[in-house]
């Protein structure tokens, strides 16, 4: 039995809904990638498929999927009769963000206008990866999930770890999921936006998007200390002393996210 229960919620419509199933949370160990499956880790061919700490990586939490296609402009502009056509009057194209297609069932009407929902750049002015925009707005992809942890635990977004899509990524956040009653938004940048413009982009449903971690509220005071040389030479010895799973026979504890 569990002690430790992380929600995720939504109406009763969209959660019975069983052609959106394939778009709900779930644990991230399901999403594997298949390169990784396929290595061959030996004695003579030693992979990343033994290195315990990056599996871990790709286990650990849970992951959101996008739930609806969503279309990016960068480079276009609007036309009077509410058509798109590419800017080439300007030197910094203009970003038009998202075109989403606003599903009912997703009950994000209220988060998404025609164009999305997105952020001025310049609440991030001056971080390097906020260049890859061009001057453009920060874009947001917009869940319909509210995530419920218990009292006393937060949650970590971040990209996903070693299995990130390279078109995008979100800016990673902290938020205490115990007393935050909304679905949570994640602005996200673009990258290489300044490579091939103008570009248009479409992230499709079911994209995996976000990795979440589930950990407790705690308070830490951190220490510097001296250990004796020869402790330390002793656990070098004895992780050195087998050929393979050094680290996950002495030191690697099993993690649990259903």
């Known amino acids: 039995m569990f002690d430790n229960i992380i929600e995720f919620q939504c109406t009763e419509e969209y959660v019975n809904s069983k052609s959106e199933k394939e778009v709900f949370p779930t644990p991230i160990k399901r ?6 499956k396929k290595l061959n880790h030996t004695i003579d061919n030693k992979t990343v498929k033994g290195c315990i700490p990056f599996l871990d990586t790709l286990t650990s939490g849970y992951l959101l999927k996008n739930p609806q296609d969503l279309r990016i ?4 502009e609007d036309e009077k009769d509410g058509s798109i056509k590419k800017n080439t009057k300007t030197e910094t194209p203009v970003n038009l963000g998202l075109l989403a297609p606003n599903n009912p ?3 994000l009407q209220s988060r ?10 310049k609440q991030v002015s001056g971080w390097p990866k906020i260049k890859k925009q061009i001057g453009g707005p920060v874009c947001k992809f917009t869940q319909p999930w509210v ?6 635990y937060s949650c970590l977004f971040i990209p996903i770890l070693n299995n990130n899509d390279e078109r995008f990524e979100i800016i990673p956040g902290i938020v205490d999921t115990d007393s935050f009653d909304t679905p949570v938004n994640f602005p ?8 091939d413009l103008p570009l248009e982009m479409i992230i499709k449903r079911g994209t995996p998007i976000v990795q979440v971690f589930p950990f407790k509220r705690e308070s830490w ?8 040389s020869k402790k330390l030479n002793f656990n070098f010895s004895i992780m050195a002393s087998r050929f393979l799973d050094n680290y996950k ?3 690697w504890r099993k993690k649990s996210y259903k």
Do not use: C
């Open 221 to 228: 005071k951190m220490k510097i200390k001296g250990v004796n």
């Open 147 to 152: 995530i419920k942890t218990p009292p006393g």
């Open 112 to 121: 998404y206008d025609d164009r999305g929902q997105m952020q001025d750049y």
């Open 249 to 251: 026979l002495s030191s």
């Open 73 to 76: 402009l960068h480079g276009y």
């Open 188 to 195: 996200f940048i673009i990258n290489a936006l300044d490579k």
């Open 31 to 36: 999403n594997i990638p298949e390169w990784f």
């Open 105 to 107: 069932s997703l009950n």
